[in-house]
T-cell receptor
Framework: TQLLEQSPQFLSIQEGENLTVYCNSS?????LQWYRQEPGEGPVLLVT?????EVKKLKRLTFQFGDARKDSSLHITAAQPGDTGLYLC???????????FGAGTRLTVKP | DSGVTQTPKHLITATGQRVTLRCSPR?????VYWYQQSLDQGLQFLIQ???????AKGNILERFSAQQFPDLHSELNLSSLELGDSALYFC?????????????FGPGTRLTVT
């Protein structure tokens, strides 16, 4: 059982569409991070959220941390083929130094 | 380029053998993390070192061990290898040892056990 549940597991959309992927847990996190990973490469950090209810924007990507710090979402506006990849969320529990990763959402954006 | 380097990039070995994976963190980073990524298990945290000392332990098998040297580079030793150990092994580094720190990942070592 994953500490962090990501949904959907797979998502295939057309260029220009909007999408939202989710990261949910029953645990409270001191911080949560989103990464993007391309095949054969290491994950690349996109954003860190720390405060409950926090919203961060990175160009066409909007990240939100839940008020209770148990969940997060990533919204992409007008998706482009370059957004294709595996999106991973990772959280550090308040009383634990381990960083736990979700299984990821594999996004494919077709031109 | 994250600034984290890992060697070798690919490794093919037989069951029962022992291998060592090497990682150099970003300049200035004191923490090194090791992860295993396989198709069916996702990214699994193995172990963290901070300034030479073990800081946190995840799902690391007893056949696996790691250490961080005075120059802050780290090695992950995998012994008595089994077919199921075939995976991508990533190293990441961060500035300090706290859980909220952002981690920067290396390119990974792809291990194939035959």
């Amino acid at each position: 059982t994953q500490l962090l549940e990501q949904s959907p597991q797979f998502l295939s959309i057309q260029e220009g569409e909007n999408l939202t992927v989710y990261c949910n847990s029953s645990s409270v996190f001191s911080s949560l991070q989103w990464y993007r990973q391309e095949p054969g490469e290491g994950p690349v950090l996109l954003v860190t959220v720390v405060t409950g209810g926090e919203v961060k924007k990175l160009k066409r990507l909007t990240f939100q941390f839940g008020d209770a710090r148990k969940d997060s979402s990533l919204h992409i506006t007008a998706a482009q083929p370059g957004d294709t990849g595996l999106y991973l969320c990772a959280g550090a529990e308040r009383n634990n130094n381990d960083m736990r990763f979700g299984a990821g959402t594999r996004l494919t954006v077709k031109p | 380029d994250s600034g984290v380097t890992q060697t070798p990039k690919h490794l093919i070995t037989a069951t029962g053998q022992r291998v060592t994976l090497r990682c150099s963190p970003r300049s200035g980073d004191l923490s090194v993390y090791w992860y295993q990524q396989s198709l069916d298990q996702g990214l699994q945290f193995l172990i963290q070192y901070y300034n030479g000392e073990e800081r946190a332990k995840g799902n690391i098998l007893e056949r696996f061990s790691a250490q961080q040297f005075p120059d802050l580079h780290s090695e992950l030793n995998l012994s008595s290898l089994e077919l199921g150990d075939s995976a991508l092994y990533f190293c990441a580094s961060s500035v300090s040892g706290t859980s909220a720190n952002e981690q920067y990942f290396g390119p990974g070592t792809r291990l194939t056990v035959t």
